[in-house]
C-alpha cells in the first residue's frame, strides 16, 4: 500500500463581485497598492454583501389598471431606485474614505 501526501495548494483567487470591482477601481484611482486593497476588500466583505440587495418586485396587475400603473406607479418606482443607488453610491464611497482613513492610520502606528 503506497501513501499518498497531499500538499498544500494555493487558494485561486476568487472572482470580484461588481461592488468589489468598483471600490477596486476607487482604490486605484487613489493609487492604493495591492495589498491596500485587499485589507479594505477583506473589511468590507460583509458591508458589500449586504450593499448588494437586489428589490424583488413582483406585481400581478389587471390589464385595466396597467394604464395607470404606467402614468403612475412605474415612474415613481423609477425615482425611489434611483434615489436607493444615489444613497447607496454614497454610503459606499463614505465607507471606502473610512476605511483608507483607518489603514493609513494602522500603517503609521506599526512605522
Known sequence: MSNI???????????RTPLETIVEQELLDLNADQYM????????EK????????????????????DE???NVFPAISEMQASVRDNMNEILTERVLHEIRLYNLEMQAVR
Open 5 to 15: 501526501l497531499t500538499f498544500p495548494v494555493k487558494e485561486q483567487p476568487k472572482e
Open 37 to 44: 486593497i485587499d485589507v479594505v476588500l477583506e473589511r468590507m
Open 47 to 66: 458591508f458589500l454583501v449586504l450593499a448588494s440587495f437586489e428589490f424583488d418586485l413582483k406585481m400581478k396587475v389587471s390589464k385595466e389598471c396597467l
Open 69 to 71: 400603473m404606467h402614468e
